[in-house]
C-alpha cells in the first residue's frame, strides 16, 4: 500500500474509532454530528479506493475530496473537501513526494480551508489545527524528510486542537454560543489532528 | 433513546421514502442522489425554487415542495447540510430555463454546500440566484461571525418567494422577494428540552428540570442562555422583546405573526404563546394581519416554540394569501 | 413539569383564546359557557355537527370546525369530558333547523355529558343523532364493559360527515355516514413516553428507558400491555394486524390509511411507520386510496403514534375529497 | 349551619384536602383528572351555596347536583350530578329528614348512578362504595337515628372503597387496562367513601 492510500485507510480508522467521542465534541458546542459525518465521508472515501485504486498520491487525494464533498455535508464536508482539493492540485501526477512538496501540499490544503471558510486563527475551527501543523511542517521540511514533516505536523496539529479549548468560537456553529463555546475543544481541529497524525503513521 | 425508527443511519432514507408515498400526488422522490422535486416540475416558464439543509425539521423543505412554493427540496442526513451531488441534480431538474432561485438558510454548511452547486449548476448553464435567510436574533450579527441563523422565518421566504415565481414573476424579483421578506422578519426560539439525533443517541444538551434555553437555533444546539423556568407569558415577553427591537417596527404597522412549534410541543401550548404574543403586539400598535401556528420548522422533537414577526407589505400579504398546494402547507386550492 | 403555560388551571382557557385569536377569521369562541362555532354559524337549511371531548387532543376538535367539517367544538377541561351546560348552548347556536349531529367518542363521561345535553336540546326543540365513535381495537368490546375507545378515527368521522352535511344531507342521512365510517374505521396505538396533566403534574404513567406501552388510548392512560422497545417496522406490524384481522379486509378493497402522531413525536418519524404501514397494506393486497399523516388527536406531549385503516367506498372517498376549510385540515378551498 | 350545608362543605374540604390523593389514584388507572374534578366541582358548590343559600335540604342538593353536573365534566360529574339530584327529590321539601328519610335519600343516589352508568357491584366502580353504604344505612335506619346511618354509610362506603383494590374493571376508563386495573383503588369509590364520611361528620 502507497503511503497516501494508507493514509486515507488509517484517517478512515480514526473516525470510525473516534466518531463517538467527535460527536459527543460536537454536542458541547454543535449539533452532535462531526463524528457521524466524518465516519460517513471516510467510509465512501475506501470504497472510492476499492473501486478505482489510484494511480498517484495527487489523484489518491482528488478521490478523497469528491468522496468528501459527496458524503460529508454540513460545514466539514466542504472544507475538507477544498483541503484535499488543492492539496492534491498541488501534488499534481508526481509519483514520489518529498519533504517540501509534503509541506507544500499541506500548506495548500489549510489554504483552501481558509479560502473557503474564512476563518482566522484563533476563531476556534479547524484552521487553528491546520496552521500551527503547516508552519511545523515547513519547519522541519527544511532540514528533515518527509516522515519528521508528518510527525511535526501532527503534533501541532494536535497541541493546536488542544489549544482551542480556551477559545470563543467565531466561526461555525460554535459561534452561536458566544462565549459559552469556550471551555470545549473544537470537533473539526480534533478531527484534523486525527487525520494528521495519521498521515504520520502512515509514513512510519 | 426512544424513536420510531429501524436503523438510525436510515432514518432519512426511510422518512423520505414514506413520505414520497404518502404524498405520491403532490411529489417526486429520487432516492439517490436524495432530493424531493413537484410532481410536475420543471414548470414551463417558472423559475424554480429550490431549498434544502439537514433534516430533523419536517415538515421543512420536503413539506412544502409543491405549487405555490418550493420546486424542490434536499434533505441532508440529520442536522447536516445536503452536499453539492444532491443539490446540483435538484437544480437541474427543476430548471424550465427560466432560472433557479436557492433558499439558504445561514449557517456554515449549509451555505458553502450550496455555494459550490450553485456555481456548479451554473457551469451547466442554469442561472442560480440565492437567498440568504438569518433571521435568528438570538445571534449576534458581525463580519466576524458566521452571522445570524436562518430559522422560522425560512417558511415565510419560501411562502412568499414561491408564490412570487408562482405568478410568472422572473428570476431577480423573485430573488428580491425573497430577501425582502428575510429583511423583514425576525425569529428568536426558546427549548425546554433538548432533541436526541438517531446517531448521536442522547439528548443534545443538558437541561435540569427547572431551567430552560434561550435563544435556540433549530439544531438541537444550546442556546445564547440558560435561565429558570418561567411561564408562558413571561417567556413569550422574552421572545418578542428583541424581535421587536431588532426589527424597529413603529405602530400602526401590519404584521404576520408565527408562532412555531419545535416538534415536542403541544398545539394547545403554542396558543397560549400566541395569545400573548398577540396582547404585546396590540400594546405596540401593531396589527396583526396574518397568522400561522403549528409546527412548521422543527428540532426533531425538541419542546420548545419560536416566534416570528415579519413585517407586511401589501404585496407580501397578497402573496401569503395566494393559492399552495403542498403536504405541509395548503390553501385556495 | 416544565411546560409553555401559565397557572395551570388555565390552560383550557388561554389556549382556546389564542385559538380564537389566531383563527379569527374561521371561528368565534364563547368564553363562558366555553365553545368554538364556525363564523358563519348556523348556516341556513344544513345540518349543524357538534363534537367535542377533553382537551388535551388539540387540533381535535376546535381545530376542525369550519366549512366542511364541524360547526361547533364543545372543549372540556384537560381530559376531562365537558358538561351539558356547554353542550347545549353549543347545540343551539349551530341549530339552522335542519338538526344536529353529535359526534361523541365512546368515553362513560362523554357518552354521559353529551346524552344529558341531547336530552336537554330536544328538549328545546332541535333535532339530535348522535354518532358513537368507537375504532379502538387495542380494547375487548364487550356489552359488559365501557366498550372500545374512540380515538384516531374521530377525524375522520368528523371530516366525512362534515362533507355530508355540508352538501346538504339530511339529519338522518348525516348520522348514517358518519356511522358508516366508525363501522368501517380501525385504529390502535403506542406510547414511547407518557405525557403530564397540567394539573397533575407528573408523567400519566412510568415507562422504563426500554418499555413502550401497546394499545394506548389519548388520555396518557396506560395500554393494554408493556413490551421491551422495538424497531419502528416491528411495532408497525404490531399496530395494523389487530386492526386489520378486526376489520377484516379482503384483497383487492381500497382504503385510507391514517398515521397520527400523539403529540411529541417527529414528523419524519410518523413518515417512517407510514411506510412501513403502507408496505403491509401493499402485501395484503389493499390499495391506499387516500392517505393523512400528522398530529390530528394528540395526547398533549406523548411520544407515539396510532394507526387507522379506514375501508372505503367510492362515496366516502368522494366526501374525503370535498372542500374543507378549518384551522387544521384545509383543502379545495 | 343546618346538616345539609355543612355536609356539603366538608366535602368541599375534603376534595380539595384529597384532590392529588384521588389525582394519583386515577393516574394509576385512569386519566389524572377525578382529583382535579372533584375539587373544582365542590368548589363551585360553594360559590352556588354562598350565592343563593338553600332553604331546604333537598334544595341544597339540588343546588349541588347542578353545580356538579356543569362544573366537574367526564364520568364522574353527570353520575354523581344524578346522586345528588335523586336524592334531592327524595327529601322534597321537608325542613327535616329522619333516619328513614335519610337511608331512602341515600338509596335514591345510588339507584340514580346505576341508572346512569350501568354498573354492577363488582365492576369497580363508586358503586362498590354506595352500595355497601346504602345497604349499611338501612340497616341502621331500621333502628338508629340519623347519625348512626350516617357512620355506618361512611364506615361501609369506606370498606368498600378499599375492597375496589382487588377488582378488574369492567366500567369506565379502567376497564381499558383490563387485568391491569387490579392492584389499584378506584378513584370514584375513594371520593364516594370521602363524600359520605364528610356527611356523617357533618351530622356529629
Ligand atoms: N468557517 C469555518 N472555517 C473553518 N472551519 C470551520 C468553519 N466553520 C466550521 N468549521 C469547522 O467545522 C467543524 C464542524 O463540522 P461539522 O460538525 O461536520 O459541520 P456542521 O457545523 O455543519 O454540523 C467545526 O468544528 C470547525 O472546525
Ligand atoms: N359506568 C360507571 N358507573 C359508575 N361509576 C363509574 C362509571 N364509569 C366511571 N365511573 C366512576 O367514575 C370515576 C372516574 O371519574 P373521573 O376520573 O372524574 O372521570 P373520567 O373517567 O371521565 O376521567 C371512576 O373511578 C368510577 O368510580
Ligand atoms: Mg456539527
Ligand atoms: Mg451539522
Ligand atoms: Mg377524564
Ligand atoms: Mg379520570
Chains 1, 4 share one sequence.
Not at chain 2, 268 to 297: D, F, M
Request: proline residues 4%; aromatic residues 4%.
Amino acid at each position: 500500500m502507497t503511503w497516501a492510500v494508507k493514509w486515507l485507510t488509517l484517517s478512515a480508522q480514526a473516525m470510525a474509532e473516534h466518531r463517538v467521542e467527535l460527536i459527543e465534541l460536537d454536542r458541547a458546542i454543535g449539533d452532535s454530528d462531526h463524528g457521524e459525518n466524518m465516519d460517513r465521508g471516510f467510509q465512501a472515501v475506501l470504497d472510492k479506493l476499492a473501486e478505482t485504486p489510484p494511480e498517484t498520491p495527487g489523484a489518491a487525494l482528488k478521490l478523497t475530496a469528491m468522496a468528501l464533498m459527496s458524503k460529508v455535508g454540513g460545514a466539514a464536508g466542504p472544507l475538507y473537501g477544498t483541503a484535499f482539493l488543492r492539496a492534491a492540485t498541488t501534488l499534481g501526477d508526481a509519483a514520489y513526494i518529498d519533504a517540501a512538496a509534503l509541506a507544500a501540499a499541506l500548506a495548500a490544503a489549510r489554504d483552501g480551508i481558509v479560502a473557503r471558510g474564512k476563518a482566522e486563527s484563533g476563531d476556534k475551527t479547524m484552521v487553528d489545527a491546520w496552521t500551527p501543523a503547516v508552519d511545523a511542517a515547513a519547519a522541519a521540511a527544511a532540514n528533515g524528510d518527509t516522515l519528521a514533516v508528518l510527525i511535526a505536523a501532527a503534533e501541532a496539529a494536535e497541541a493546536g486542537a488542544v489549544a482551542t479549548d480556551s477559545l470563543v468560537a467565531r466561526k461555525g456553529r460554535a459561534s452561536y454560543l458566544g462565549e459559552r463555546s469556550a471551555g470545549h475543544r473544537d470537533p473539526g481541529a480534533a478531527s484534523s489532528a486525527l487525520i494528521l497524525r495519521a498521515a504520520a503513521g502512515a509514513a512510519a | 433513546m426512544k424513536k420510531l425508527i429501524n436503523d438510525p443511519r436510515a432514518v432519512v432514507d426511510e422518512s423520505v421514502e414514506g413520505f414520497g408515498l404518502a404524498h405520491a400526488d403532490l411529489v417526486t422522490v429520487s432516492a439517490d442522489p436524495k432530493y424531493v422535486t413537484r410532481k410536475d416540475a420543471p414548470v414551463a416558464g417558472k423559475v424554480g425554487l429550490v431549498s434544502g439543509g439537514g433534516s430533523g425539521h419536517e415538515p421543512l423543505h420536503a413539506g412544502f415542495v409543491g405549487r405555490g412554493m418550493l420546486d424542490a427540496a434536499v434533505p441532508g442526513a440529520v442536522f447536516t447540510s445536503p452536499t453539492p451531488d444532491q443539490i446540483i441534480p435538484a437544480t437541474l431538474a427543476v430548471n424550465s430555463g427560466a432560472g433557479v432561485v436557492h433558499i439558504v438558510k445561514n449557517y456554515t454548511g449549509d451555505v458553502l454546500n450550496f455555494e459550490t452547486a450553485a456555481e456548479m449548476a451554473q457551469a451547466e448553464g442554469v442561472e442560480v440566484r440565492t437567498v440568504l435567510v438569518n433571521d435568528d436574533v438570538a445571534v449576534e450579527d458581525s463580519l466576524y461571525t458566521a452571522g445570524r441563523r436562518g430559522v422560522g422565518g425560512t417558511v415565510l421566504v419560501e411562502k412568499i418567494a414561491g408564490a412570487a415565481a408562482e405568478r410568472g414573476d422572473d428570476l431577480d424579483a423573485v430573488a428580491a422577494i425573497g430577501d425582502r421578506v428575510n429583511q423583514n422578519v425576525r425569529t428568536m426560539g426558546v427549548a425546554l428540552s433538548a432533541c436526541t439525533v438517531p446517531h448521536a443517541g442522547t439528548p443534545s444538551f443538558d437541561l435540569e428540570d427547572n431551567e430552560i434555553e434561550i435563544g435556540i437555533g433549530i439544531h438541537g444546539e444550546p442556546g445564547r442562555h440558560k435561565i429558570a423556568m418561567e411561564d408562558a407569558d413571561g417567556i413569550t415577553g422574552r421572545l418578542l422583546e428583541p424581535i421587536l427591537s431588532d426589527l424597529g417596527t413603529a405602530s400602526g404597522e401590519k404584521v404576520l405573526l408565527f408562532v412555531n412549534g419545535m416538534g415536542g410541543t403541544p398545539l394547545s401550548e403554542l396558543y397560549i404563546v400566541y395569545r400573548r404574543a398577540a396582547q404585546i403586539l396590540a400594546e405596540r400598535g401593531l396589527t396583526v394581519e396574518r397568522s400561522l401556528v403549528g409546527n412548521y420548522i422543527t428540532s426533531l422533537e425538541m419542546q420548545g416554540c419560536s416566534v416570528s414577526v415579519l413585517r407586511l407589505d401589501d404585496e407580501m400579504t397578497a402573496l401569503w394569501d395566494a393559492p399552495v398546494h403542498t403536504p405541509a402547507l395548503r390553501w385556495g386550492v
